[in-house]
């Protein structure tokens, strides 16, 4: 590369970010030359006169799509994580200058043919098998992207995929204004009856912060969930389920303000636009072109069987929920905002345990310190936090893995701790992809991000079993994407995985947070250093399945939501998106929500997430990640050979080959939903 590309303030090759360099006013410039340079260059590259081969072409490629991944990557984090009205136009401002890039490429009819003329040339029975699944996956993308499109249609597709990157970002930042536009402040003790010390802890500091009396509540989780939980007045619980449903939407105490509606009715036009674009008849069909499903029915059948298995259970959950409603609280009908109240006393009811009653033992340096000695015990690496490494927060830090042989394997950053102008939720994100170049290897690098409640006073942060779980969850997608052994960042850790198997190695790492052994590592009284004690884990057991067929339907009613709203889009119709929930929700859906509930429209993950007609992604992975981890039980939860035939069966090999041909080398045959639904409760 030129050297005077080292100016170039997004980028520094030889280290990590500078996030304290990423100034909103350089981002336009600094991608507008980067992007310059990359047509440069692949105009440089398709002037050969001599026959096209991996190193004079696709690993040119490989490097240049590496190099802008570098470069943006930290600015998208900022954009998730410290999030400012400068830097949100800045990225704004950029997503259709990317978008045009990424869609020119797809539509290069002369790279495309380059790309070809590889893989029907004598090079490429000798190209390794990732470097072959990088071509294949080239000319099956080319297709996907409109590269056999007449000119006007290309023009058409080009502007509909901008189009399409900026009501996505436009949808995320009406949902993050939304949700941080609404607090509730109390200064009535009496209204707090109910709550645990921890959530009063936060609200009240949360009111400091603000220079207020008495506490302020949030719509973060770490503040809505326990008052949906455990706070006995009614009236709050309705008001904050109210405005936790309603957000972006033309309900409740923002109606109209931030309003999603027509996004989403302009997303779906263009996906569904997008899709006959290329051929197909909706845009289900085109988002399974890179899944393992096999067809729009194979995903149907099994979503509604699953409902088939388990609606019956949640049905009966629910039921139970109610009378002990009724018996307990007097309550004549029970609506949403008891749900999770009243099945939180039932469960302290029957098994004499609250999740509360487990985060004395999950402090978050303790759980950290278990989860990477779960790690090393499984996969023989070590974890070590790194100082000197710039941050973009007090709270983040950074930690390197090191392998067995000393040699390092990967890094992350990790930002625990909910808090202002960061995105809700949880994710693994890549900052750098493994790759080898004449320079050298580089490692891949993530970010991994939670939103648990921050320490409070001069206690550390003390977690609920779920909230342990979605750690262990994130750091499962952050070892497929850094413990990855791929050379080429096309197939390199979670690239080029099927999307409805990446969930896999993060579901699966989920199950240690349920075992004995595992719990011994790590679950210890942050004040006391005692083990959890032997009788709160058997409840923590027994209450396992609690609901589970409630649980269950809740996300297939998400995921056939999903499914259909991308499978029955009509032009002329327009989304019909209520009318199908209303149908999923009496087909699968254990109790029905008030009229002015609009769950859709904080609906992120199918409108900007990325899992548009393919929220069933999560099912499907559950039942692989639960077949893969019986042999564990079979075996051992730490048994060596079974650990390591994972790392390299599914870990190291990322996306270089077929997903279900990786499933089948660890199990020894297709995967089976028997493990699932005995893990779920569903069957013995």
Known sequence: MPAGNQANPLLDLA???????????????????????????????????VPYTWDSLVQPLEELGQRLGRAWSPVGHLHSVADSEPLREAYNACLPKLTSWHTELGH??????????????????????AQRKVVDNALRDFHLAGVDLPPDKKARFKAVSEELSLLASRFQQHLLDATHAWTKHI????????????????????????????????????????????????????????????????????????????????????????????????????????????????????????????????????????????????????????????????????????QEDLRPYFAV????????????????????ERSGVELWHPQASFYEIVGEDGESRGQFYLDLYARPHKRGGAWMDECVVRMRTARGLELPVAYLTCNFTPPVGDDPSLLIHQEVTTLFHEFGHGLHHMLTRVDYP???????????????????????????????????????????????????????????GMQMVRQLEFALFDFRLHLEYEPGAGSRLQQILDEVREEVAAIRPPAFNRFAHGFSHIFAGGYAAGYYSYKWAEVLSSDAFAVFEENGVFHRESSMHFLQTFLERGGSEDAMDLFVAFRGREPRIDALLRHSGIAA
Request: with cysteine; glycine share 6%.
């Open 15 to 49: 280290g990590l970010p500078c996030f304290s360099q990423i100034r909103p006013e350089h981002v336009v410039p600094a991608v507008d030359a980067l992007l310059t340079e990359a047509r440069e260059t692949v105009e440089r590259l398709l002037e050969q006169t």
């Open 108 to 129: 290069n009819e002369r790279l495309r043919r380059a790309y070809r003329a590889i893989a029907d040339g004598p090079e490429y029975p000798r190209l390794n098998g």
């Open 187 to 354: 200064t009535d003790p009496a209204t707090l009856d109910g709550l645990p010390e921890s959530a009063r802890a936060l609200a009240w500091q949360a009111a400091e912060r603000e220079a207020l009396e008495g506490w302020v509540f949030t719509l973060e989780l770490p503040s809505y969930t326990p008052v949906m939980s455990y706070a006995a007045d009614r009236e709050l619980r309705r008001e904050m389920y109210e405005a936790y449903v309603t957000r972006a939407s033309d309900q409740g105490p923002h109606a109209g303000r931030w309003d999603n509606s027509q996004l989403m009715e302009d997303i779906l036009r263009l996906r569904h636009e997008m899709a006959g674009l290329l051929g197909f008849a909706n845009y289900a069909e085109y988002s399974l072109a890179r899944k393992m499903a096999r067809g729009t029915d194979e995903v149907l059948q099994f979503l509604r069987d699953l409902a088939r298995r388990s609606k019956p259970m949640a049905q009966k959950e629910l039921a139970e929920v109610a009378r002990f409603a009724r018996e307990q609280g007097g309550l004549d009908h029970l609506e949403p905002w008891d749900v999770a109240y009243y099945s939180e006393r039932l469960r302290q009811h029957r098994y004499d345990f609250s």
């Open 365 to 384: 340096p303790n759980v950290l310190e278990g989860l990477f000695q779960v790690a090393s015990r499984l996969y023989g690496v070590q974890i070590r």
């Open 490 to 548: 096309s197939v390199s850790g979670t690239n080029g995985v099927a999307w409805d198997a990446v969930e896999l190695p993060s579901q699966f790492l989920e199950n240690w947070c349920w075992e004995r052994e595992a719990l011994d590592l790590f679950a210890r009284h942050y004040r006391t250093g005692t083990a959890l004690p032997d009788e709160l884990y058997r409840k923590m057991r027994s209450a396992r399945n609690l609901q589970s």
